[in-house]
Nanobody, 124 residues
Framework: QVQLVESGGGSVQAGGSLRLSCVRS????????MGWFRQAPGKEREAVAA?????????YPPHSVKGRILISQDYAKNTVYLQMNSLKVDDTGRYYC????????????????WGQGTQVTVSS
């Protein structure tokens, strides 16, 4: 079983930046794909980005604002990051780290292990 712990959330003004971190421990062999998801108030959870931790390939869903968001990892530290720039009020929500044993990291429904999330609040 894999354990995921997120950190780095907080309150920031529009236009600011945040970097979220997700530390992975436990059965890391079964969590090749690591992803970030977010859930805004009153909305369903949506995928933000994913990374294949073995190959380093990154994935962004079609609706994702790739130009403002960047997923990366520190393989040695078993940590995945989500760098968010030029934050907007609409980016407010709880951000979750998740893992998938799938080899298709863009299969967003395959993510089955979840962290507790970290709150991001963007004010105008």
């Amino acid at each position: 079983q894999v354990q995921l712990v997120e950190s780095g959330g907080g309150s920031v003004q529009a236009g600011g930046s945040l970097r979220l971190s997700c530390v992975r421990s436990g059965s890391t062999d079964s969590s090749q794909c690591m992803g970030w998801f977010r859930q805004a108030p009153g909305k369903e959870r949506e995928a933000v980005a994913a990374i294949n931790t073995d190959a380093g390939f990154t994935y962004y869903p079609p609706h994702s604002v790739k130009g403002r968001i960047l997923i990366s990892q520190d393989y040695a530290k078993n940590t995945v990051y989500l760098q968010m720039n030029s934050l907007k009020v609409d980016d407010t929500g709880r951000y979750y780290c998740a893992s998938s044993a799938s080899h298709v990291c863009s299969l967003w429904t395959s993510y089955s292990s979840w962290g507790q999330g970290t709150q991001v609040t963007v004010s105008s």
